[in-house]
């Protein structure tokens, strides 16, 4: 039943990631509402936009942040645009409930004037650019997984080896002990002995001193 319930949720998952697709709406910029081109991700915000970055910076592109968007300032975007452009992208959560999906606004500038509607090539680029980020977004989500999944072993395999130190040092404590105990026990009969010695050399003095009475 457990298997059956995590396939239907990796088929919707995969139904999802298939279908998300680009679109046109607004973005808030500068207390203004701006036409950008939107599209959504099944991953949480900090992902996607990681991976965005990791792309752009792939591409020889170094971003700059200013307020709450990354901007690529006056670069060629030849998927987009032969003619260079300000790219301003801003990667949202979706909403508080689904802290695991997000929404990438994208809004292009030229000369400080957004051209992101500005004709049909420009916006249908801006919307395949967003739709063909979905493989590079899911590769770098799964490499953020592993990385994860590598820390929780390897600090599982770190809490392993210092249970074994524990009980190597506990071994360790426990033969001191058991020496300790051989050891004493040596010594109590040792020490009885010596009882035993030194009654004998008191009954020998006892033993004089009715003689002498």
Known sequence: MRYLATTVILACLLIYQSNAQSYEGTVDYQKKEEKAVIIEFPYSASVVEDAIVDKFEKLGFRKKDSKGF?????????????????????????????????????M???????????????????????????????????EVQIKDQDAIVTKAQKKLKDLQDDQDNMQKKIRKLQDDLQQNAKDQDNQQKEIDKQKQILEAIKAKRKVNA
């Open 108 to 142: 292009i500038s030229r000369n400080d004037q957004n051209i992101t509607s500005s004709n049909d090539d420009l916006s249908a680029n801006a919307k395949n650019f967003l739709n063909n980020l979905s493989p590079g977004v899911e590769a770098y989500n799964l």
């Open 70 to 106: 990354i901007v690529y300032k006056n670069i060629t975007l030849s998927d987009i645009s032969s003619e260079p452009a300000d790219y301003m992208i801003r990667v949202d959560k979706k909403s508080r409930k689904e802290k695991d999906a997000s929404i990438v606004y994208l």
